[in-house]
């Protein structure tokens, strides 16, 4: 009997949330950069009773992704694949947010598109900034959407000097992500699996407590205040989404994006912000 593996990429808060509430009766497979986060990590689920195996991966890599795929294939049968690797505009410069928000998405959904069983799903995590973010012309939305992985960084869409600031790189990316989805969901679609995204809002994470520590935190907290909820996001909240989004709940979403920010985006966008 074949083993139903959960691939989680990114092994943050989120990460670690989502690794919790699908590695339940699985073989999961988690994966990261940062090898000391990684083995932290691997260490405190294979003490809570998981069935784990670590694998360090750099996802702006086109051979480390594919190896990580293909580590995944041989655990078992791919049921689940949930991407939430990622740098925000505090942790690094704009080609590196490119190279790793843009680039490494494409790749995990090339990658593990090519893995995925049937009747599996995955879960892309990207951001409530692509939803700010002005949308691209139509001829290079299509390029985003559809360009090999390894094209992107040299379309002039993506040209590192387009960009201000990695604030501005990074909403572009997570844009891009949602365009990438959508048009992967044909691809998985081949295969009997679906793929969706998510976009979080302000999440109590180490990496959404330093954006809030950062020169935006003001703007955002700003944010927070006149939303429906009123409060920050916790990575449980987001796994909660995945959950349904990777169950046979959602078997009839496909190439989608679900927006989780506790009511922000509406409220920028119908005035109540002020």
Known sequence: MAHNVVAVIGV????????RRQGV????????????????VTEQLHGEGYDVTPARVDVSSRESVAALAERAASLGEVHRVVHTAGLS????PVAAVLAVDLLGVALVLEEFGRVVAHG????????MAGHFHPGPEDEDARKLATAPADELLSLPVAAEGNF????SAYAFAKQANL??????SAVWGARGARINSISPGVISTPMGRSELDGESGAA???????????????????????????????????GTDLLVDGGVVAAVRSGHLG
């Open 12 to 19: 943050g808060g989120m990460g670690q949330a989502i690794a």
């Open 89 to 92: 505009p505090v942790q690094a």
């Open 220 to 254: 955002m907290r700003a944010m927070v205040k006149a939303s429906n909820a009123g409060r920050v996001g916790t990575p449980a909240d987001i796994a909660a989404a995945a959950d349904f989004l990777l169950s046979p709940a959602a078997g009839f979403v496909s």
């Open 25 to 40: 009766g699985a073989r999961l497979l988690v994966a990261d950069f940062d090898q000391e986060l990684l083995d932290a």
């Open 120 to 127: 599996g799903a995955g879960v892309v995590i990207a951001s």
């Open 179 to 184: 365009l990438r989805v959508r048009a992967a």
């Open 164 to 167: 201000a600031d990695p604030g």
